[in-house]
């Protein structure tokens, strides 16, 4: 093994750089991975735009901390580890050992508070360890601490998930924005309401068709959707969009908010959606999403991971229709398996090979990075053997 590893360094908001940091030695219940490919998430690019505030008015608020390696969506092969790491560091019981293909949970949860006795499926840890690419400067620890790396290190606690061998790197790449739409489980609880959360054959409008989006299209479809409604202003996305399984694409920046409220209502005999999901990433177009639902419709707000600021809405509107507003910071840690599972078995059932449109060498993470924020892109990746 090398004993430089080359990695990509947010060192402050717009400006990356290629640093070297020495191999860390292998520590106790712990492993290195060496990264075969690693998303750019919504995430990354606010923290790249300098939009650091996360989890606001919870314990756990924090800033990105600079310099950092970011890259949270990993898949990854173990290098080294020792036994305890190899006993311990898979969620669904495995014993890992170096050449496993592996993804992984980036949050580190402490195991001992509230949330973490209470809801253990859900990271809302109040004393959060860290989350990988997100949450640990390359200043501290081990350093390597992202996926925008040629390695990473896995600390004791890290979850780790073996990838079935069926499902392909540019697949198994998108487990965790899959997972996020994990949502749509949450808005299927409510069903046992009559007619409340997600209904077999319900609307669904998704606003926004980047990688989030498409990720619930695809899971909405998966999941007994009706009438799937897409609105973004990229004609790309909204295309793609389309093959991966919506039925109408409205683009926000040639229809005016009356007009596709006006078409959801058609859609809908006049009622309105009875689920929609914000994941542009932007407070402004909640109140058209709210003013598509129908009565007791659900809103879903898995979109502003980061702090975006505010918008105003008439509180009566909310009440007038006895509307359901539910946020969605993270996603369950048992989500991994029966996604990629699901990934795997829905190979033939989506274009999955055009959900990462463009693949970077470590060295362009930067160029990534700025990919990831154009209109013609959807899921962009920085992989290794380039
Ligand atoms: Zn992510
Ligand atoms: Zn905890």
Redesign the pocket.
Same mark, same amino acid.
């Given at each position: 093994m090398s004993k430089m590893v080359k990695a990509a360094v947010l060192v402050e908001p717009g400006r990356i750089e290629l640093q070297e940091f020495r191999m860390p030695e292998l520590g106790k219940g712990a492993a290195i991975a060496k990264m075969v490919m690693s *998303?750019v998430? *919504?995430?990354d690019k606010h923290s790249y735009k300098g939009e650091s505030v996360q989890n606001k008015g919870t314990k756990n608020e924090i800033r990105v901390p600079y310099p950092i390696i970011q890259g949270? =969506?990993n898949v990854l092969i173990i290098a080294e580890i020792d036994r305890e790491g190899s006993l311990n560091l898979d969620y669904d019981g495995n014993i890992l050992k170096p050449g496993d293909r592996v993804t992984m949970c980036p949050d580190v949860v402490c195991g001992k508070c509230w949330y973490c006795k209470n809801i253990p499926t859900y990271p809302w840890c109040e004393k959060m360890q860290f989350t990988y690419g997100n949450m640990r400067s390359c200043n501290e620890g081990n350093h390597l601490y992202g996926g925008f790396s040629e390695y990473i290190y896995i600390e004791p606690g890290t979850r780790l998930y073996k990838i079935p061998d069926g499902l392909p790197d540019k697949v198994a790449v998108l487990t =965790? +924005?899959i997972c +996020?739409a994990w949502t749509l489980d949450k808005a299927k609880e409510f069903n046992s309401f009559s007619l409340e959360g997600f209904n077999f054959n319900d609307t669904v409008v998704i606003q926004g068709v980047g990688p989030l989006g498409l990720a619930h299209v695809i899971k909405a479809r998966m999941m007994g959707a009706g009438k799937i409604i897409v609105t973004d202003i990229s004609d790309y996305r909204l295309k793609l969009a389309k093959e991966f399984g919506a039925d109408i694409a409205l683009n926000s920046k040639t229809t005016t908010e009356e007009e596709r409220i006006e078409l959801v209502m058609q859609e809908t005999n006049g009622r309105g959606a009875d689920l929609a999901v914000e994941c542009v990433g932007s407070p402004s177009i909640v109140p058209e999403g709210l003013r598509m639902l129908r009565k007791a419709g659900m809103y879903l707000e898995p979109g502003n991971f980061v702090d975006t600021g505010g918008v105003t809405l008439n509180i009566h509107e909310i009440c007038a229709k006895n509307l359901r507003i539910i946020g969605m910071c993270n996603h369950a840690h048992n989500a991994y398996l029966p996604c990629m599972e699901m990934m795997e078995r829905s190979l033939d059932w989506f274009p999955w090979d055009k959900f990462v449109s463009h693949s970077y060498p470590l060295a362009q993470t930067e160029e990534a990075i700025k990919k990831s924020m154009a209109e013609d892109s959807m899921k962009v990746v920085v992989a290794a053997n380039m």
């Open positions: *998303g998430c *919504g995430t949270h =969506e =965790e +924005v +996020v």
